[in-house]
């Protein structure tokens, strides 16, 4: 077991400090003040809503990032900073965008009633940027601004935008060993990632949701993020 636990510690490092281009999933490491979750931008040029993104990120494993903290907000920024392709959105001006996990219930009050995170977690901090949030979509009659987003490419500030409207990705956030996205890490996790230990994309056992780290297999980092976690949750 001391062999195996080594290979894990190996393996994990390693992979924690990726880095992060588009369509790679880095981690934000416990040694590194993190939480030990892996984080990816995901470009789409040609434009998503929120709903769309949110749907992706559920169908590998994941859901929309989720920020407590100043330090996170900064990480996850940096994954985006820079990139022109997630800050020209479809149909909304430059400089909005990537999508992020917060979002308005269908009749909150607006600008700024009861906005959450798509895990239930409190959302006690925030970074809006100046004036934000708005609403002004919604003032001037057209739809609420009931999602969040990044607002400027300079700096980690947020915006609310219409969740009807097309940015060009979103940033995806997976815990490891949370195969079935209930927010918890148990014995079901345990049992799916076991079941789909050693297989890679294109093989029928392979489960996404098992990939935490998002390389194409269910291997032993997988595994050392579920054993790390285990019985925790988000």
């Known amino acids: 077991m001391r062999h195996l636990g080594s290979a894990i510690g190996v ?3 390693v992979l924690g400090m990726m880095g992060a281009a588009n369509g790679e999933r880095v981690q934000w490491r416990v040694e590194d003040g993190g939480n030990g979750h892996w984080y ?3 470009p789409r040029p040609d434009g998503i809503t929120w709903v769309e993104a949110q749907s992706e990120a559920e169908a590998v494993g994941g859901y929309l990032v989720t ?4 330090e996170e907000n900064q990480f996850v920024f940096d994954l985006v900073q820079g990139d022109p392709v997630f800050w020209d959105p479809i149909d909304l001006n430059p400089g909005n965008g990537p999508w992020l996990g917060g979002f308005q219930p269908e009749g909150s009050p607006e600008p700024d009633g009861n906005w959450q995170w798509v895990t239930g977690g409190p959302f006690d901090f925030t970074s809006w940027s100046g004036g934000e949030p708005g609403d002004y979509c919604g003032e001037w ?3 609420p601004e009931d999602a969040l987003g990044f607002h400027h490419n300079g700096a980690p500030v ?3 935008v219409p969740g009807g409207a097309h940015l060009s990705g979103y940033i995806l956030e997976v815990l490891p060993g949370d ?3 209930d927010g918890d890490v148990d014995l079901s996790d345990q049992a799916a990632l076991l079941g789909a230990y050693g297989y890679c994309t294109g093989d029928p056992q392979y489960n996404a949701g098992a990939d935490f780290n998002g390389d ?4 032993l980092v ?3 993020g579920l054993l790390g976690n285990y019985g925790f949750g988000t």
């Not at 920020?67 to 100043?70: A, D, K, L, P, Q």
């Not at 194409?216 to 291997?219: I, K, M, S, T």
């Open 11 to 13: 393996a994990v490092g």
């Open 40 to 42: 990816e931008a995901v």
């Open 67 to 70: 920020i407590s903290s100043g």
């Open 141 to 143: 009659g057209g739809a």
């Open 158 to 160: 947020w915006n609310d």
């Open 179 to 181: 195969v079935a996205t």
């Open 216 to 219: 194409g297999c269910v291997d």
């Open 222 to 224: 997988d595994l050392a």
